[in-house]
């Protein structure tokens, strides 16, 4: 063991994600086999500031793996924004004899982790959000699974839509990135795809996919709405009034972040979660662990809340000129 981390907490903050109990799991397991204590927080950076906390043995994270949400719990935290938020914080890592705290969860709960290292405790970040638009990181934690989820939800609607001959707009997480929106517009062979980094316009992103596709002999048309978009009933609204069409709309919600973590959830989670703990161990304090190229890197964790992930719109080429390939059948 080295730099003399003796006892570490760990916490999962922000939006839960499927996989942060694998990433738990891999830090409390990680840092016994270094001789290094955990003590788990519970409620994120909300737990910190009240005190609210377990010991965690290699036990506590057995048979977790496949359990979605956080064993740890999670919280949003306007008090710890403050300096006397962050004080009382700081006063609970030195009451328990916190030598670092590893914070998992998206960009909030980096901009915490900021926070505390600027009052001298030391932190490590891992990037786990649904919403996978983390500039420091290729992949975040949690991104696959929600897809995963997104999909099957899609596929299903396209059954009772094609039944029906109805159009179906889904609305899909992802706030101001539209990644979950693409990808799964993708995978589902949607009509149109609307994302946050594109401007909205109607009629070339809604009435003309939709005509292309009927003039194609299809009958029945799923549209893929980011929330960052705007509202679903919105665009349904439009489409009925423009297109004489009456949509059904769907909005996917929470149960996109629920869910047993995919195998690349899991197994992107447990690496993370090690980097984390092995960063400590060599000193390498207040940095991200994230992926690039296929690599765990790590970042400091300044310079990671800098950077900026833009959305491949090269896969929105792909979308376009696979939807209407077939004059006569969809996908």
């Known amino acids: 063991m080295a730099h003399n981390i003796k006892r570490i907490g760990v916490l999962t903050s922000g939006g839960d994600a499927p996989g942060m109990n694998a990433a738990v799991r891999a830090v409390v397991r ?26 965690l043995d290699s036990h506590d994270v057995s048979h977790i793996l ?24 700081v006063a609970t890592c030195q009451l ?3 030598d670092a705290v590893i914070a998992i969860g998206g960009d909030g ?28 990181s290729n992949y975040t934690i949690g991104f ?13 609607l396209r059954d009772t839509m094609q039944s029906h001959e109805r159009c179906s707009v889904v609305e899909v997480m992802g706030r101001h990135a539209g990644f979950l929106a693409l990808y799964v517009g993708i995978a589902v062979g949607a009509t149109a795809v609307l994302v946050p980094e594109r401007e909205y316009d109607f009629e070339r992103d809604v009435a003309e996919p939709i005509r292309r596709s009927r003039l194609s002999g299809n009958t029945h048309f ?42 690349r959830d899991r197994e992107i989670a447990t690496r993370m979660g090690y980097a984390a703990v092995m960063a400590l161990v060599d000193g390498d304090t207040n940095t991200v662990i994230g992926t690039q190229g296929g690599f765990l890197v790590r970042t400091p964790i300044e310079e990671a809340l800098q950077m900026k992930k ?18 006569v059948r969809d996908n």
Request: charged share 20%.
């Open 144 to 156: 696959d699974t929600a897809c995963n989820t997104a999909l099957q939800c899609i596929d299903k």
């Open 66 to 89: 496949s359990e979605g949400g956080t064993i740890l719990y999670t919280a949003r935290c306007d008090e710890f924004m403050q300096e006397s938020g962050q004080q009382k914080a």
């Open 96 to 98: 328990l004899g916190l």
């Open 222 to 263: 799923m549209v893929v709405v980011a929330e960052g978009v705007g509202s679903a009933f919105t665009i349904g609204d439009e489409i009925k009034n423009n297109l004489g069409i009456d949509p059904r709309v769907t909005v996917l919600g929470h149960i996109q972040r629920g869910g047993t973590p995919s195998v």
């Open 109 to 136: 709960t980096f901009r915490g982790a900021l926070d505390l290292s600027r009052h001298g405790i030391p932190v490590i970040g891992v990037p786990a959000t649904i919403d996978n638009d983390l500039g420091c």
């Open 310 to 327: 833009g959305l491949q719109m090269d896969r929105y080429e792909v979308l376009e000129a696979v939807q209407h390939s077939d004059p």
């Open 30 to 55: 990680t840092a016994l086999g270094q001789g290094i204590q955990v003590v788990g927080i519970h409620r994120g950076w909300q737990g910190l500031i009240t005190g609210d906390f377990e010991m």
